[in-house]
């Protein structure tokens, strides 16, 4: 039997945990992992110090630890996400906010950044609307964690999981059948399409416009979907439609989804998706932020 094989047989088994016995074991795995995961402790750390250079370095280390000990949490979470029952995951994950935005057919882009909570918030939106709903992620070099992630996002509903690879195309029929694509667009994808706008302390952030560039192909408006681990489970945020967006201007419009970002992040600083090296890219003749 495989690693991951084994991995999955104890993800069943802890999918019948109590929750906060499950919360406290990531709790200790976090803890662990902040020791010996070296590499993402420094880059979560030197994240930290990009972005908030006001905070102590005490205060920036303990961010750190707590990041790392959600990172943990919610991926022990995925157990009962996706094997458990839906009236346990009903009862677990909320959606709360303007979830009339989900109502008729208008296309709708939903900006879901990269809170460790995402996968919950991906359960939230097809277990509260029968809308056809779209979404892109990276495949997994391990097929069979690969095929676990995509059949535990695609659970419930009307999933499509696209690949990258996939393109343009698929998206924009889906969007304009009047179908909901949730989009996750804050990471650093490297150069190709990427524009330079701030984030936080770093004026030059490399980020992607497909927020915008989607919403004005798809003819769809753009609400933004946050998702927070709390002590009973998850609560998905839904905020109401953007107004004047998107614009002629994707630069300007890939700044407000950062800027927008930002305000969300400070609510719930340690559950971002801080291991991952976000300012990796830099224009032409900068140095390494790393």
Known sequence: MSWSRLGLGMMHVLAKLPLPMLRGLGQFVGRVLFVLAGQRRKVALRNLQLCFPEMSEAERTALARQTFEAFCQTFLDRSWLWFGSEALVRSRVKLEGAVHELEGDTPTIVFAPHFYSMDAGGLALPLNTTREFTSIFATNPDPVLDDWFMTGRQRFGHVRMLNRADGVKPIIQCLRKGGLLYLLPDM????????????????????????????RLGKAKVVALYNEMTPTGYVAHLTPAWENF???DH????????????????????????????????????????
């Open 188 to 215: 650093d994808y490297g150069k190709n399409d990427s524009v330079f706008v701030p984030f936080f302390a770093v004026q030059n952030t490399a980020t992607i416009p497909s927020l915008s560039r989607f919403a």
């Open 246 to 248: 998107p614009t002629d």
């Open 251 to 290: 630069v300007a419009d890939t700044a407000r989804m950062n800027r927008e970002l930002e305000a969300a992040i400070l609510k719930m600083p340690s559950q971002y998706y801080w291991v991952h090296k976000r300012f990796k890219t830099r224009p032409a003749g900068e140095p390494s932020l790393y």
